[in-house]
């Protein structure tokens, strides 16, 4: 009787110590899971909801996320204003609920549409734009030319399109300066 209460002890303590080890590895792993996640991982399950953005340079911006590229994300404000939004210039989102995407699942074009082809898209499409600056520096035109780690904007009134005689300066803006651009 003794030798049965002594091994129903060792049994119960080895299966205290298995469920204990088993709780550590599941830990561990979660941590390290969460450990992979991007914040585009965290913005991509939210697309077509509300979120709230607060940016250097821009303050706070909230409408409906529409899309997510690899280091920008793009907000409709209102049904004809867009603005595309440098992560970098990112402080805090709001409204991204619990659900995360799974980290590389956005796909080879997903990862590859940065910030440099989205600004050159907007380029093509010849908008007026309104970029804000992470110092809070407003500069108002269009998107002539995006180059490597660079935006050069011909500056006209905001609104406007672009008219030779409009355009009363080129700026040239590295991106690293970029918080946001509203697209008219």
């Known amino acids: 009787m003794r030798w049965q209460r002594l091994f129903d002890d060792l049994e119960a303590q080895a299966e205290a110590y298995?469920?204990?080890?088993?709780?550590?590895?599941?830990?561990?792993?979660?941590?390290?899971?969460?450990?992979q996640l991007r914040l585009i991982?965290?913005?991509?399950?939210?697309?077509?909801?509300?979120?709230?953005v607060?940016?250097?340079g821009a303050g706070r911006?909230?409408?409906?996320?529409?899309?997510?590229?690899?280091?920008?994300?793009?907000?409709?404000e209102q049904a004809d204003r867009h603005v595309m939004v440098a992560v970098a210039?990112?402080?805090?989102?709001?409204?991204?609920g619990a659900m995360s995407a799974v980290p590389g699942s956005e796909g080879k074009v997903g990862a590859r549409l940065d910030f440099r082809r989205a600004a050159r898209g907007v380029a093509r499409?010849?908008?007026?734009?309104?970029?804000?600056?992470?110092?809070?520096?407003?500069?108002?035109?269009?998107?002539?030319?995006?180059?490597?780690?660079?935006?050069?904007?011909?500056?006209?009134?905001p609104g406007e399109?672009?008219?030779?005689?409009?355009?009363?300066?080129?700026?040239?803006?590295?991106?690293?300066a970029v918080a946001v651009v509203r697209i008219w």
Do not use: K, N
């Not at 298995?18 to 450990?35: L, N």
């Not at 210039?89 to 991204?96: D, F, N, S, T």
């Open 18 to 35: 298995d469920a204990a080890e088993f709780e550590a590895e599941v830990s561990e792993r979660i941590r390290y899971e969460v450990g």
């Open 41 to 52: 991982d965290r913005l991509r399950p939210v697309v077509g909801h509300q979120v709230e």
């Open 54 to 56: 607060s940016c250097r």
């Open 61 to 76: 911006l909230s409408g409906r996320l529409d899309r997510v590229g690899a280091d920008w994300l793009l907000l409709a």
């Open 89 to 96: 210039a990112v402080m805090a989102i709001g409204g991204l």
């Open 125 to 157: 499409d010849r908008s007026p734009v309104q970029m804000v600056l992470i110092d809070g520096s407003v500069v108002a035109g269009t998107l002539d030319r995006v180059g490597a780690d660079f935006i050069e904007i011909a500056e006209h009134p």
């Open 161 to 176: 399109p672009r008219r030779a005689g409009t355009v009363h300066g080129v700026r040239t803006v590295p991106f690293t």
